[in-house]
């Protein structure tokens, strides 16, 4: 018997640290450090890991091998280049709240990221691994899609700029390449009145059931989230704001444009009723 009870400690024991020890990590201290690990070793990167340990409770995490790029300090600034703002992928949610160039020249991304989590998400959590984890639900990826903001990906050899709207190229896919890091998120000159808003089941801690940013300008700029397999910009209803059609034929351009999808988070067709009345809210409240 107590043999049966040691041997079942060591198995629970074992079945612990399986889990745990089955991965293999690197540390990167520089990033010219972290780009030639990548060069030469296949590894996933781990930012703030806040979508990665979720997997990694799920048990669903598929890559054993990875690389901490937490301690690359070149990656945490916030600047300007120019009338560029330039983010940093390891820029924090907390960080973006706090900078009062993202307040100046992106408020809208103060206003998500005000709304990502909680405080301890937003502390650990970062806009490049936003971008990277690809979800259709990401609540920066409108805004960044709105402002066509430049994803700079840069290799031990070369440096690529993919805009947004052109990094993702199906559910949770996107350009990169394995040996890649997103270094930076490049913000060009925002004209217009910028506008945020995320429909979750409570106001924190929830993944959004509808994400909207948008741009009032000349030509509106509006990009939803959680409405297809990757965030997307809506041409057509934006062009048709900008030809004077009424807010109505804009909302029934809406309704042609985007296809929701039901799952666990909502249904289709609750998805289109918001993302209709949120297309309505944004033009009543920036007119
Ligand atoms: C409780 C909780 C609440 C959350 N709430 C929200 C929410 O409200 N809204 C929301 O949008 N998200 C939310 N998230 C998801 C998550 O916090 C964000 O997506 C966060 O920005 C991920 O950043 P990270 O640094 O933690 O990424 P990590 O978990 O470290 O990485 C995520 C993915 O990106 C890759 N990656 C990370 N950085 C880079 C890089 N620089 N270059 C290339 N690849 C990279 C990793 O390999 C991995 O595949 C929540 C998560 C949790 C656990």
């Given amino acids: ?8 400690c060591v198995r629970e024991r074992d079945a612990v640290r399986t889990a745990i020890s089955g991965l293999e990590v690197r540390r990167a201290a520089s ?11 296949q590894r996933t990167p781990i930012a703030g890991a806040t979508d990665l340990y979720v997997a990694l409770n799920f048990g669903t995490l598929e890559p054993r091998r990875f690389l901490d790029i937490w301690a690359v300090n070149e990656l945490r600034d916030i600047s300007m280049n120019g009338k560029t703002l330039v983010l ?9 709240i706090r900078s009062p160039l993202v307040e100046r020249h992106l408020p809208m991304l103060v206003e998500a990221s005000r709304q990502v989590g909680g405080p301890q998400i937003q ?6 691994g936003n ?8 609540d920066s990826l409108p805004v960044l899609a709105a402002v066509d903001a430049v994803v700079v990906l840069r290799s031990a050899d070369t440096e690529r700029r993919i805009p947004l709207t052109k990094f993702y ?12 890091l997103i270094v930076a998120i490049e913000i060009p ?3 217009g009145r910028q506008w945020f808003r995320k ?10 059931k509808i994400v909207v940013a948008g741009v009032r300008a000349a030509v509106p700029r509006i990009a939803f989230g959680s409405v297809a397999p990757t965030v997307v910009r809506v041409p057509e209803t934006e062009r048709s704001l900008a030809s004077g059609a009424t807010i109505d034929e804009a909302a029934r351009v809406l309704s042609r444009e985007i296809v929701p999808i039901d799952d666990i988070r909502s249904t289709a067709e609750y998805r289109m009723r918001v993302a209709t009345n949120l297309l309505r809210r944004f033009w009543i409240e920036t007119g």
Avoid: C, F, H, K
């Fill in 88 to 96: 940093g992928a390891l820029a924090t949610y907390t960080s973006l």
């Fill in 169 to 180: 190229t199906g559910y949770r896919a996107t350009v990169m390449r394995p040996n890649e």
């Fill in 123 to 128: 502390n650990r959590g970062t806009l490049g």
């Fill in 1 to 8: 018997m107590a043999r049966n009870v040691g041997r079942q």
């Fill in 31 to 41: 990033l010219g450090e972290a780009l030639s690990i990548l060069r030469d070793d």
């Fill in 199 to 208: 429909v979750g089941t409570r106001a924190a801690q929830a993944i959004s």
């Fill in 189 to 191: 000159p925002v004209e």
């Fill in 131 to 138: 971008v990277a984890n690809a979800s259709p639900a990401g």
